[in-house]
């Protein structure tokens, strides 16, 4: 497991280059500093920070460091896993539901690093080792595509891609009720829940988040809304819709309604990741994928529309 520190910028190197700072407050040397930024590995505020960036008054500076003794996550095969693109530098799958991108404290089931090892792929050695090649995630319980990068000339290129928001994500998503207006924005800052643990919410000390959506079917009750990330932060589509009352249909977790999940027989959130598009890490050529809405969401869909049509 990676290990992440957060420290305070001391006013002796306010000025100072990301880099320096982090050589000077973690006992790194200056090539390592610069190398964890250009991986994606230190936040300033929040935000990811190039190795040049220049710290101010105050800032709070987070660093993802390589654990002692850090091994290579165990290969697994994982049924349901589909690669969907492939070349030299990236690839992209479509991810089934309970399967995690990587290792982390307390997952002990499969991950899409260890499939992808399983399955003969070279990963880039860029990233913290448990999650070497990942570049974003999706939920346990989220179904869909993700990129991951194969070699290290990819990673920092796909890092800076979703840091430029250049990344377009789209998901569907089943929702209780009917957002109004039926096409908007919500902008609603996230952050950790102060008291629930694996749990985030709306609040104002959270990281800058916004959600663009449209409905594009409606039942009695219900909708199936077409979701386009701006930021990526975790649960935002499910902390989003939950914070304006209308919680992601089976989502108990933030608030859905265990009642209608079962009429429906459905057993997760219905939320999947269903389109990805982005410029090549290397080449610069736009790569674009999709995915169908996997069968228990279908199915659930289909009962929604004779129950509630």
């Known amino acids: 497991m990676s290990q992440a520190r957060t420290v305070i910028v001391p006013d002796g190197l306010v000025g100072e280059r990301v880099d320096v700072a ?48 850090a091994t290579t996550p165990l290969a697994e095969p994982v049924p349901g896993l589909v690669v969907v693109y492939d070349d030299e530098d990236i690839v992209i799958v479509d991810k089934p539901v309970g399967v995690a991108a990587h290792s982390s404290p307390g997952w002990t089931g499969p991950t899409v690093v260890g499939a992808l090892a ?5 990963i ?17 319980g989220t179904s869909g595509l993700m990129v991951v990068a194969k070699t290290d000339r990819a990673y920092p290129g796909l890092k800076q891609a979703f840091r430029r928001r250049e990344v377009t994500k789209v998901y569907l998503a089943a929702v209780q009720g009917h957002p109004d207006p039926l096409a908007g924005t919500i ?21 800058p988040s916004i959600t663009h959506y449209e409905v594009v079917e409606a039942f009695r009750g219900a909708s199936v809304v077409r979701v386009h990330l701006e930021t990526g932060r975790t649960h935002q589509i499910r902390v989003h819709f939950s914070g304006i009352g ?12 265990p009642r209608l999940a079962a009429e429906l027989g459905l057993d997760r ?20 994928v999709a995915s ?14 004779q129950i509630y049509s």
């Open 187 to 207: 902008e609603a800052p996230i952050g950790r829940h102060p008291s629930k643990e694996f749990r985030f919410a709306v609040m104002t000390q959270g990281k």
């Open 124 to 140: 880039a050695t860029s990233g913290a080792p448990e999650r070497q090649g990942i570049v974003h995630r999706l939920d346990v």
């Open 246 to 257: 209308h919680p992601l249909l089976g989502d108990s977790t933030y608030g859905a309604n």
């Open 269 to 288: 959130q219905w939320l999947h990741a269903g389109e990805l598009s982005f410029p090549h890490p290397v080449s610069g050529d736009i790569v674009e």
């Open 118 to 122: 399983a399955a003969g792929y070279g």
């Open 292 to 305: 169908a809405v996997p069968p228990d969401l279908a199915d659930a869909l289909d009962r929604l529309r």
């Open 22 to 69: 982090v050589a000077r407050l973690l006992g790194v040397s200056r090539a390592k500093a610069a190398e964890l930024a250009g991986m994606g590995r230190v936040e300033v505020d929040g935000a990811l920070a190039v190795k040049s960036h220049r710290l101010g008054l105050g800032a709070m500076m987070t660093v993802e460091l390589d654990p002692p003794g």
